[in-house]
């Protein structure tokens, strides 16, 4: 009896198991499939981040880097081509004028890429590329962010770790839709 219960254990285990290794990725990771470049693009920062020293041309040389370095293509500003955009958005507060004063940030990263829903028989909407006839929107399709408090000091470490985590974070997303192994 205590044989056959272990071996019940074992099976529902290996049977949980197998149905989360077989799962689909989600629709997040599954709209990143055949995307070989992208575009970046760097929301302006507010006028009292700006007065922190940080430039938005740093982080988007800083994600330009980090995308090529994973294999990702990333067209310029002035290069002809529709491609999806990488959109870096940093949201913050300051909480006062000396060095030492408190920092809330939100550094958010988007794709944003042109979409329609597509609609099966029998099943719900599924996101995917646009194809059909109907006009795609620009939708964001996969997208991370990351909330921190920091000394204003250190505003420039902390944005520069926290963008190349979330850039790390799409890049392990694209090499899952297209079929390469992401390093974990």
């Not at 693009?41 to 040389?61: C, I, P, R, S, Y």
């Not at 996101?127 to 909330?147: F, R, Y």
């Not at 204003?152 to 392990?172: C, M, P, Q, S």
Request: aromatic content about 6%; proline content about 3%.
């Amino acid at each position: 009896m205590r044989k056959l219960f272990c071996v019940g254990v074992v099976a529902l285990v290996v049977f949980n198991f197998a149905k989360f290794a077989l799962a689909e990725p989600s629709s997040a990771v599954r709209s990143l499939a055949g995307m070989i470049a992208v575009r970046v693009v760097v929301e302006d920062f507010n006028a009292a981040m700006q007065k922190t020293g940080l430039k938005k041309e740093h982080l988007h040389a800083l994600a330009h880097e980090v995308l090529s370095k994973n294999g990702i293509r990333v067209f310029q500003p002035q290069d002809a081509g529709r491609v999806p955009l990488v959109y870096i958005r940093l949201s913050s507060v300051i909480g006062g004028e000396d060095a030492g004063a408190p920092v809330g940030l939100y550094l958010n990263m988007q794709v944003r890429q042109m979409a329609v829903l597509e609609k099966k028989e029998g099943t719900l909407a599924k996101q995917s590329i646009s194809t059909a006839d109907e006009k795609p929107l620009l939708v964001s399709t996969w997208e991370n962010g990351t909330m921190a408090i920091v000394g204003r000091k250190e505003i420039g470490f902390y944005v520069r770790t926290i963008l190349t985590n979330l850039v790390g974070d799409f890049a392990h997303d694209h090499k899952e839709a297209n079929g390469g192994q992401p390093q974990s």
